[in-house]
C-alpha cells in the first residue's frame, strides 16, 4: 500500500517563503512522476509542478520562477519550495505520485499567506 506523507504547511507573510516535503512510503517500483496540487476553498483541485524521474520539471505559469520542485529518487521524496509567496497562493497542497497505471494522493496540507 502506497502511502503519501505530507510535512506540515503553515503561514506565512506575503513574500516569505516555505518548503514542503512528500515522503512516499511502501514504494515497489520506480515512481513515474512526483507532484504538488493546490486547492483554494471554493475552486478546483490544479497542478502546481511535476517532476519526472529523470527529472523533467513542469509548473503552472502561476508559480514560474517562484516555486522549485525537486526530487530525491532515493528517498522517494519530493520537495516544493515556495519562494515569494503571493495570498494567492493560500491553499491546501496535496502531495501526487504516479506509479502507472495508478496515482495516489496525499492528505493535503494547508499553506496560509497572510499577513
Known amino acids: 500500500q502506497v502511502q503519501l506523507v505530507e510535512s506540515e504547511g503553515g503561514l506565512v507573510q506575503p513574500g516569505g517563503s516555505l518548503r514542503l516535503s512528500c515522503a512516499a512510503s511502501?514504494?515497489?517500483?520506480?515512481?513515474?512522476?512526483m507532484g504538488w496540487y493546490r486547492q483554494a476553498p471554493g475552486k478546483q483541485r490544479d497542478l502546481v509542478a511535476t517532476i519526472t524521474s529523470d527529472g523533467t520539471t513542469h509548473y503552472a505559469d502561476s508559480v514560474k520562477g517562484r516555486f522549485t520542485i525537486s526530487r530525491d529518487n532515493a528517498k522517494n521524496t519530493v520537495y516544493l519550495q515556495m519562494n515569494s509567496l503571493k495570498p494567492e497562493d493560500t491553499a491546501v497542497y496535496y502531495c501526487?505520485?504516479?506509479?502507472?497505471?495508478?496515482?495516489?494522493w496525499g492528505q493535503g496540507t494547508q499553506v496560509t499567506v497572510s499577513s
Open positions: 501526487q505520485a504516479q506509479l502507472l497505471p495508478y496515482h495516489y
Open positions: 511502501g514504494v515497489s517500483r520506480s515512481i513515474y512522476a
